[in-house]
């Protein structure tokens, strides 16, 4: 063969897992060129100093910057097609620029984590169970010596187009059963690709309520921009029929062929949500989440690139999730700082989404009770559509918001008078109360009477939270545990006390007050467990009355129709944030806990327990509700030259010591600030207000502008500095572009 019919290409520029910010050349060697065509978005196996590593081809190429002769051959070629697509390439390629971040490390997050070890990107093989001609001739009482084998025959019979594998786990089969019946000739098994959403769910077909007029309205207006981009902030006071809205947008896009993809809060997706979901397609659907396995995510991946998934319900990572046929994208919670990754590659889901979506030409819906303030500033400003829905569906109200005033009162575990009557009321008339408070454990510290002391973490600035039942000390910053001590370490008192309430010390509380009446507690302790959230849902619809106590956990998404009293415990928490989105947080925290109530035929009733009960704040909120509040939220931020006003880079700096991290700001500070652009504002190093978390000494600093290219130029400065700067040092830095956490 000639010269000429070789690859046109013989370099590809390969992104690798590592926190360079930059592409590797490698040669396409003759033997790989003449036998395979190289495409970018497929993974090769390259040398990487002294060792080997996984890459993506982002380019081919027909030259090399470097000496010829100091490129690299490729090993080998790991995939037959690419695994990521030109279209989520080029997202990629646009993350990498926007945020910062190394493109290998982009491209690699893209990636379900088995695809990142090089696992194949093919549909596994399971094996399927069919009788045999004697198989169906024989009846189970011959096998009734051998009960496991009886099961597992009577199993298959019952199955005449086959039992798969997976089916047979479900069902509690034993294997070895399957093989002695395979081996007496009753039962002939078959490998076939995993490439069905696991078992079909039983469809069942349920009247669609009757939209009302706000809901009519939203979904006519999404329906005529489905075929192009287009953002739409569907903006629906808790219980008002958003899901409802959208369910109905995606019956017909499914209709016409395409694939949508709902993306939904980290702990946010609930079993409820998803039945919801089943009830109404009958089509395949897949989840896309944390809490699933290595496999089960790969497996999920495959049927939404295969373009069988119809509907991916995924959290943030699902952002990247290839589908051929994508029509929409639903961002339900859209306000849920969930979307944003908080370490690594820093991005934002719901901004990623919207420019995912502008390149494919498709619509966006964003629902939410509480919008963030970025996407109320966009629908004030017209580039998003702004749907209001007002009124709750079907027959639910708004329910009512009280203060109750703590100054000077004499409290019961934390509850005042007023809150305790209301919830014996609430529980009499045999209906659900729901007291929230936004920390988890039994007591934020432990003590000494005698000396004073308090248990500390040994790597972080914080104090250890005491959790009675795990019998143990935890710091929620770090995750590091201590069993817990009943001695005090300095002065050997045994007067150890715990100061202030979690929702463990709550529950245990509540029970001895309402000795009869199930008690149910929701947060990240008691849901640990894969189906334990279930469960506890399961528990709440079985009883009449009931207290669930829970943190933010409970706030997202829930419908509890029996619940129609809430209790917030401590309204003044995030009152008095640091961070300037601290009132932001705390309006929809109330809101979203406040909608938990009266969602159905019955009236809800929240009471706000603070001790500012003529803040402002509070009673904006209370009396005007979280538009309003959020408005007079966004005229504060314009007045101070903040985010959604200005765009915002924060670099944050950590090393293990004390000063470094600083010193390193510092000297960047002086080096660069006489080349930023004169309108751009630097604030900084200060010190996080944690300075010490697991270990590392932590500072940061902040630059703002009204622009966002002169602010993306000083953050390339910036990162071009500090790669040059932390080679020799142990300092980790991070480019955190539009942070939700400015501390
Ligand atoms: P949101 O997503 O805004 O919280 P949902 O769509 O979950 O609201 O609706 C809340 C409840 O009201 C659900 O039980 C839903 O089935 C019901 N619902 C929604 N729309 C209507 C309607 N038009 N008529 C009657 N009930 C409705
Ligand atoms: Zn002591
Ligand atoms: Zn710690």
């Known amino acids: 063969m000639s010269e000429a019919l070789l690859t046109l290409a013989p370099y590809i520029k390969v992104a690798l897992p590592v926190p360079m910010r930059t592409l590797f050349d490698y040669k396409v060697p003759k033997a790989i060129a003449l036998r395979h065509e190289l495409k970018p978005g497929m993974r090769v196996k390259v040398p990487f100093g002294k060792s080997s590593r996984l890459g993506v081809i982002v ?45 290998g490390d982009v491209i690699f997050h893209a990636l379900p984590v088995l695809l990142r070890k090089g696992e194949n990107a093919e549909f596994r093989t399971e094996n399927w169970w069919f009788t045999t001609e004697k198989g169906r001739a024989t009846s189970l009482e011959q096998l009734s010596r051998a009960p496991r084998q009886q099961d597992f025959l009577k199993a298959v019979q019952q199955h005449p187009n086959g039992l798969s594998q997976h089916a047979a786990s479900v069902l509690d089969l034993a294997p070895s059963a399957a ?50 981009f287009h953002v739409a902030l569907l903006d629906g006071v808790t219980g008002s029929g958003k899901t409802e809205v959208f369910l109905r947008v995606m019956e017909r896009l499914i209709e016409e062929g395409k694939q949508i993809l709902v993306m939904v809060p980290e702990i946010g997706l609930t079993p409820q949500t ?128 009280e203060r109750v005033d703590l100054r000077g009162k004499t409290l019961v575990h934390g509850f005042s008078e007023q809150a305790l009557a209301s919830m014996k009321l609430c529980l009499e008339r045999k209906e659900q109360v729901l007291v929230f408070l936004n920390r988890r454990g039994y007591a934020p510290t432990l003590m000494c009477h005698q000396c004073g002391w308090i248990a500390a973490c040994d790597h972080c600035d914080v104090n250890l939270t005491v959790h009675k039942r795990a019998n143990k000390l935890h710091c929620h910053h770090c995750d590091a545990q201590k069993a817990l001590i009943h001695t005090c370490p300095e002065c050997q008192s045994e007067a150890l006390f715990t100061v202030g309430e979690g929702t463990e010390q709550i529950e245990t509380q509540l029970s001895t007050l309402f000795k009869d009446t199930p008690i149910l507690r929701i947060d990240r302790d008691s849901t640990q467990r894969k189906s334990a959230m279930a469960k506890l849902t399961q528990k709440i619809h079985e009883h009449d009355q009931a207290i669930l106590i829970g943190t933010q956990m409970l706030a997202k998404g829930h419908h509890f129709p029996n619940v129609t009293l809430v209790i917030i415990m401590d309204a003044d928490a995030g009152l008095f944030s640091s961070d300037f989105r601290g009132m932001e947080r705390t309006a929809q925290l109330i809101t979203q806990v406040a909608g938990r109530a009266g969602r159905a035929k019955k009236p809800g009733h929240v009471l706000l327990q603070t001790y500012h009960p003529d803040h402002a704040a509070i009673e904006c909120l209370c009396n005007l509700g979280y538009e309003h509040f959020a408005i007079d939220g966004l005229a504060e931020r314009k007045s101070l030259s903040l985010p959604p006003f200005y765009h915002q880079v924060i670099v944050r700096a950590e090393s293990g010591n004390e000063q470094e991290a600083m010193q390193l700001l510092s000297a960047m500070r002086n080096d660069l600030e006489p080349f930023f652009a004169k309108d751009v504002y630097l604030v900084g190093p200060y010190t996080a207000i944690i300075v010490r978390k697991a270990g590392q000494h932590r500072a940061l600093i902040s630059i703002k502008a009204a622009q966002r290219a002169p602010l993306h130029q000083a953050t390339q400065m910036m990162t071009n500095w500090l790669e040059q700067s932390t080679k020799q040092h142990r300092i980790r830095f991070a480019i955190d572009v539009d942070p939700l956490e400015t501390y």
Request: glycine share 4%; aromatic share 8%.
């Open 59 to 103: 380019a081919l190429s027909d030259h090399s910057e470097w000496d010829p002769e100091q490129v690299k051959p490729l090993t080998s070629l790991h995939d037959k097609s690419p695994v990521i697509s030109a279209e989520l390439m080029a997202l990629c390629e646009w993350a990498a620029r926007y945020y910062h971040h190394p493109i």
């Open 179 to 228: 093989k002695v019946l395979e081996e007496k000739g009753l039962l002939r098994k078959e490998p076939r690709s995993f490439n069905k959403g696991g078992e079909k769910h039983a469809h069942q077909t349920q009247v669609p309520p009757t939209l009302n007029v706000e809901q009519m309205r939203a979904t006519e207006h999404l329906l005529d921009y489905r075929n192009q």
């Open 274 to 401: 998803l039945k919801r979901f089943e009830i109404r397609f009958n089509t395949d659907i897949v989840l896309m989440h944390s809490n699933m396995s290595d496999r089960e995510r790969l497996d999920a991946w495959l049927l939404a690139a295969s373009g069988h998934a119809k509907i991916i319900i995924g959290t943030r990572s699902a952002a990247f999730i290839p589908a051929p046929n994508l029509g929409l994208i639903v961002i339900d919670e859209e306000h849920d700082t969930s979307y944003k990754q908080h370490e690594g590659f820093r991005y934002h889901a719901r901004d990623l989404a919207i420019k995912r979506a502008q390149a494919l030409d498709i619509p966006v819906l964003l629902a939410s009770a509480t919008p963030s303030y970025e996407s109320l500033t966009n629908a004030l400003q017209k580039r998003f559509a702004w749907l209001k829905l007002r009124q709750r569906a079907g027959n639910a109200h708004i329910p009512v918001m």
